[in-house]
């Protein structure tokens, strides 16, 4: 009874939640949920209490599969952080939560009106895979293969199920690479459960290159081979 009681109160059905638990690896994007006025940070409302401790319990998306969020790096203060010399990428083992939200706040600086959301009905399915070697040799390599992209109307909801809903899946080549490219957009602008922000903030960004620094930094080096001639 409390599992079907908290699957209403969330949105989110319960069997969604158990088979997310079951996956290697996922990440789930919605919109930013709206602040419950009884409930200060740093507490959760109750609807989203439950998707924090999915977050805890489950592997999220491993970033060293998706090239396009490694090339990410988490805010400092706010700013992208600057990198310069003796900078080092993050380590490969970085993941992102399972469930992410995006976007604004509803109810906040919107006079109560309801802001753009995510109402994109997407799911990809595919297979991650490694492999020890490359084109040039020995390697650690590590890459996602799409395999199948849902596309409906229904938002994997308990209430969807009253409603007439439209989706299929397919597994056509060119669908499957502008989802994934449009998916890894999102997962890389999004934010946490509970953020602090009413406005969109994204967590991660871009870097930004010290180039005068680095610059300067390569005109110090000394090639011994190079002075001798």
């Known amino acids: 009874m409390g599992r079907r009681c908290w699957a209403a109160r969330c949105g989110w059905t319960?069997?969604?939640?158990?088979?997310?638990?079951?996956?290697?690896?996922?990440?789930?994007?919605?919109?930013?949920?709206?602040?419950?006025?009884?409930?200060?940070?740093?507490?959760?409302?109750?609807?989203?209490?439950?998707?924090?401790?999915?977050?805890?319990?489950?592997?999220?998306?491993?970033?060293?599969?998706?090239?396009?969020?490694?090339?990410l790096t988490s805010l400092v203060d706010g700013e992208p952080p600057m990198i310069g010399p003796g900078w080092?990428?993050?380590?490969?083992?970085?993941?992102?939560?399972?469930?992410?939200?995006?976007?604004?706040?509803?109810g906040a600086g919107t006079n109560g009106s309801m802001p753009p959301i995510l109402h994109a009905?997407?799911?990809?399915?595919?297979?991650?895979?490694?492999?020890?070697?490359?084109?040039?040799?020995?390697?650690?390599?590590?890459?996602f293969t799409p395999k199948r992209l849902w596309i409906g109307s229904a938002n994997f909801t308990a209430s969807s199920r009253r409603s007439l809903e439209f989706g299929f899946w397919t597994e056509d080549p060119v669908l499957l690479r502008g989802?994934?490219?449009?998916?890894?957009?999102?997962?890389?602008?999004?934010?946490?459960?509970?953020?602090?922000?009413?406005?969109?903030?994204?967590?991660?960004?871009?870097?930004?290159?010290d180039d005068a620094a680095m610059a300067e930094a390569?005109?110090?080096l000394r090639f011994p081979d190079l002075d001798d001639d």
């Open 121 to 143: 009905k997407l799911a990809l399915l595919g297979r991650l895979w490694d492999h020890d070697e490359d084109d040039f040799g020995p390697a650690d390599v590590t890459a």
């Open 14 to 71: 319960t069997e969604l939640l158990d088979e997310l638990a079951t996956l290697q690896a996922a990440c789930v994007v919605v919109s930013k949920q709206p602040r419950d006025k009884n409930v200060q940070p740093p507490d959760l409302p109750y609807k989203l209490r439950r998707l924090d401790d999915l977050n805890a319990h489950t592997p999220g998306l491993p970033v060293c599969y998706f090239p396009p969020l490694e090339q």
């Open 179 to 209: 989802a994934e490219e449009f998916l890894l957009d999102l997962i890389g602008n999004s934010e946490g459960i509970d953020p602090d922000a009413d406005v969109h903030m994204p967590e991660r960004a871009l870097p930004d290159y």
């Open 88 to 106: 080092s990428l993050p380590p490969r083992d970085e993941v992102i939560p399972t469930v992410r939200t995006i976007g604004f706040r509803k």
């Open 218 to 220: 390569a005109a110090e």
